[in-house]
């Protein structure tokens, strides 16, 4: 073996391994920050205070405060921001594809039975599908339109079925699968860095200069997390996908991996609403009915 294709393979190994590490640090965050949200006790009367609760870990008593106002100015230069699990993610994530696909795109990416494209036109389709999905999301974030939720989920998971069904009309099957969670990873990444952290940071700036902080930016960061919680089964779903070839090759596997997202969503919806003390196990019981009568359908309408 060439010292060059060696050295590929370990980074392939290393970045697999650091992607899949900084994921699960990254999804954890989403996953308690959500349920602490869900969870605190808003019944206070406070003028400083907008939650409280507590929790027990390794034998140890924690109270948690969720503020209205900023705290002393000592403590916000000791800040913790959780914003490099979700950096290293997409960095890794991002080389992981470089390395391995678009190295590679002449075999991984193009199949010819699909559509005959030479490798760089294959990554360019790829780069501008990343970019592209995530303008209009953006966009429609900031439209009137998210102001109805019902009509937003719509939207969003009409573009899905789209999106998912024209990928597998430009690449291979696995590729096409891929690229899905790729661009929802990619829209969740850009949901940190471009809107959660830069609201985060004005609002520091603001308490540093004793100044009252927009509270239409803590809302709009607010909102983008949550997307992001709603995001992770179905990107964690993709991620291990290469372990399922018969749902990655199946002849509508664009239209099972849409099923999924609104399968993947409604058990997320589930435990986010447990966090709220609303125990709906109905919810569950129907995303599990879902995936069992998914998986019997494929059986009797195999390819």
């Not at 970019?131 to 009137?144: G, N």
């Not at 995001?231 to 749902?247: D, E, K, R």
């Not at 409604?266 to 447990?274: A, M, S």
Request: with cysteine.
């Amino acid at each position: 073996m060439e010292v060059f294709t060696y050295a590929l393979k370990w980074s392939e190994s290393i970045l697999r391994w650091g992607h899949v590490l900084f994921a699960i640090l990254w999804v954890g965050n989403s996953f308690l920050f959500n349920y602490l949200d869900n969870k605190l006790n808003k019944d206070i009367s406070s003028k400083d205070i907008d939650g409280e609760g507590y929790l027990m870990h390794s034998g140890f008593f924690y109270k948690l405060s969720r503020l209205k106002t900023s705290p002393d100015r000592s403590y916000l230069n000791q800040l913790v921001i959780f914003k490099w699990q979700s950096y290293l993610t997409f960095v890794t994530g991002i080389l992981l594809l470089i390395v391995l696909y678009y190295y590679n795109s002449g075999v991984l990416m193009v199949d010819k039975r699909v559509l005959v494209l030479s490798p760089l036109a294959a990554i360019s389709y790829s780069v501008l599908s990343l970019i592209i999905s995530w303008v209009i999301y953006d966009f429609l974030c900031k439209s009137s339109l998210i102001k109805n939720n019902f009509l937003f989920i719509t939207t969003m998971l009409i573009l899905l079925g789209l999106l998912s069904f024209g990928l597998t009309k430009i690449f291979g099957p696995k590729f096409a699968f891929l690229s899905v969670g790729l661009i929802i990873g990619t829209n969740m990444f850009a949901n940190v860095f471009t809107v959660i952290i830069p609201n985060q940071m004005n609002i520091i700036n603001s308490s540093k200069n004793n100044k009252d902080f927009d509270m239409s930016l803590s809302l709009a960061a607010k909102q983008r997390s949550i997307h992001n919680n709603y995001s992770t089964f179905l990107v964690l779903f993709i991620m291990l996908s290469g372990h399922y070839s018969f749902i990655v090759y199946h002849k509508y596997n664009w239209l099972i991996l849409c099923l999924i997202a609104i399968i993947s969503a409604v058990g997320r919806h589930y435990f986010n609403l447990r966090g709220k003390n609303i125990h709906k196990p109905s919810i569950l019981f129907t995303s599990i009915i879902a995936l069992i009568l998914l998986a019997s359908v494929m059986f009797i309408f195999k390819n």
